[in-house]
């Protein structure tokens, strides 16, 4: 099994900046593509962004693209996701994913196997 962490969720203001983290453990020699969901109140999970093992493939929504930056630390289990020119309706729940069988990353919920708890992100107008 696989257990991921998120943290660096909190309160900014429209413009502003956050860094999440996701930390893996356990079975992390296994874990193959990383992703970023979220999900807002009444809405459904949609992707972020999703980075492939080695680090040098990176995918983003179309909403997210040129504002937002995935990478990741093989060497401490880690995956990032820095957040500038947050906009209020980039507040949601944030989600760590893991796969354990793609080499390319899935843009689906389904395609991954392993989910952190979340983290908010609240951005103020």
């Known amino acids: 099994q696989v257990q991921l962490v998120e943290s660096g969720g909190g309160l900014v203001q429209a413009g502003g900046s956050l860094r999440l983290s996701c930390a893996a453990s356990?079975?992390?020699?296994?874990?193959?593509?990383r992703g970023w969901f979220r999900q807002a109140p009444g809405k459904e999970r949609e992707f972020v962004a999703a980075?492939?093992?080695?680090?040098?493939?990176?995918y983003y929504a179309d909403s997210v693209k040129g504002r937002f930056t995935i990478s990741r630390d093989n060497a401490k289990n880690t995956v990032y996701l820095q957040m500038n020119s947050l906009k209020p309706e980039d507040t949601a729940v944030y989600y760590c994913?893991?796969?354990?069988?793609?080499?390319?990353?899935?843009?689906?919920?389904?395609?991954?196997?392993?989910w952190g708890q979340g983290t908010q992100v609240t951005v103020s107008s």
């Open positions: 994913a893991a796969d354990s069988s793609r080499v390319h990353p899935g843009v689906r919920p389904g395609d991954y196997d392993y």
């Open positions: 356990g079975r992390t020699f296994s874990i193959y593509a």
């Open positions: 980075i492939n093992w080695s680090g040098d493939s990176t």
